[in-house]
């Protein structure tokens, strides 16, 4: 049987899935069932300040953006944690830790890093807690904290470097995409001494209007989750993977274990998810474990560690590309349907009808390969122009 164990910052961690802080994690009962479905490690809600200014809104916080009907992701104005300090130093941290999971606390920045310095100690003080999971990326902040410092490699790096100079167990720093150059970020995070980067938080959004009343569906900007927010989330940590070296956790739409993959073979170590498990339940990472478990079976894997980062090499420039050899379309008409959308989808006029099979103009084709991407039974394919 595969070995799903990974070692991320220095932490042994039973398989690569991870509970990422949101509202699957509001509680020690909800890490605890995470835990005890299988998951590598668990998160809880961003922990911050005493005080409760940062109450969540009770009227309504998600909104569902859909595609026909179907959900391709999530926009949700929830804010940091509801539950005091006290009650996750002095109940739920305990109750996580009975489902067996690692626990990687997430501890929000602070406008004074002073302050986050005693956040750290007072949450690993209770010795509930494997690892820090530093939040500098939270998409709704209030002034001073989340993106506001996410967004600022001098910010990030004083919050980095005061954190980790108390810090008694790894400490990691999670990510906003809400960047052009989460590279430039990440960098500073390494100069600061961080043990490892979590990419990316959700990123900042606005849930849109309600053509009937004209009112927009939420009144604030929110964080948005889910599938769609997936290529936005690849870009980021491949680009970092290739640039700086520190283990990374990918968080970002994942809805099915191939994902899980995806994310390692760009350079992911540990791999969170959130609003797969709200959609969902907790039972979908027994079956996510298991899902992977065959594929590494079926593939001859015995280890996460040999895929790790293994399609980074093939990814290159735009200039490079072009200098690649044209492909263009070909149809093979044992499979062809006779549907037509490759036709349709065709902006270069290039693929017609002729005789009643349907039939590629290789001169006019620029081999963009739209009508292999829609043709629905794989009958068209890009090859070499001497095809
Ligand atoms: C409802 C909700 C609440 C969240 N709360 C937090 C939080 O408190 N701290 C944090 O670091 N990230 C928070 N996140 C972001 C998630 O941890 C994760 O980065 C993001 O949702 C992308 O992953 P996903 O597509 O698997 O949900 C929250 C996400 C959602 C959907």
Redesign the pocket.
């Known amino acids: 049987m595969a070995n799903l164990a990974v070692t991320f910052a220095g932490v042994e961690f039973r398989n690569p899935l991870v509970l ?4 699957p ?1 509001w509680d020690g009962e909800g890490m605890k069932r995470a835990g005890l479905a299988g998951v590598g490690g668990v ?4 922990i911050g300040p005493v005080q409760d200014w940062a109450a969540h809104p009770r009227n309504g ?2 909104h569902l953006i859909r595609h026909n009907g179907r959900p391709i ?2 926009v ?1 104005l ?4 509801t539950k005091t300090r006290e009650a996750w130093v002095k109940e739920d941290l305990g109750v996580a830790k009975e489902g067996g999971a690692v626990i990687q606390a ?1 501890v ?1 920045a602070m406008p004074d890093p002073e302050d986050t310095a005693r956040l750290v100690e007072e949450i690993q003080g209770t010795g509930m807690v494997d690892l820090l ?1 530093l ?1 500098v ?3 709704m902040p209030a002034a001073g904290v989340g993106m506001h410092i996410g967004k600022s490699p001098e910010l990030t790096y004083i919050q980095t470097k005061v954190a980790k100079s108390v810090a008694k167990r790894p400490l990691t720093v ?1 990510l906003t995409p809400t960047v052009f150059d989460m590279v430039e970020v990440a960098l500073s995070v390494k100069q600061a001494g961080a043990d490892g980067l ?1 990419i ?4 900042r959004s606005f849930a849109g209007v309600d053509i009937e009343t004209g009112k927009p569906f939420l009144r604030g900007y929110g ?5 769609a ?2 290529p936005v ?1 690849m870009r980021h940590l491949s680009e970092v993977a290739r640039k700086v070296d520190l283990p990374i956790s990918a ?5 099915s274990f191939g994902e899980i993959i995806e994310y390692i073979m760009l350079g992911a170590t540990t791999v ?7 959609w969902n339940g907790y039972g979908i990472i027994s079956k996510w474990l298991k899902d992977l478990g065959d594929w590494m079976a079926k593939k001859g894997y015995k280890s996460i560690d040999e895929i790790r980062g293994i399609a980074l090499p093939y990814i290159t420039t735009t200039e490079e590309l072009a200098k690649l050899p044209p492909l263009v379309a070909g149809i093979s008409q044992d499979n062809c349907t006779k549907c037509g959308i490759c036709e349709r989808v065709c902006m270069y006029r290039a693929v017609s009808s002729i005789g009643g099979t349907y039939q590629v103009d290789k001169a006019a084709c620029d081999g963009c390969g739209a009508c292999v991407q829609w043709c629905p039974g794989g009958a068209v394919k890009l090859g070499s122009m001497a095809i």
Do not use: D, H, W
């Open positions: 990422a802080s949101a509202t994690s998160i809880p809600k961003t916080r998600f992701g999530m949700n929830e804010l940091f944690t997430s929000l999971e939040n990326s939270c998409p999670k979590s990316s938080n959700s990123v964080g948005y989750s889910g599938p927010i997936k989330v968080i970002g739409g994942v809805m969170q998810t959130a609003t797969a498990v709200m």
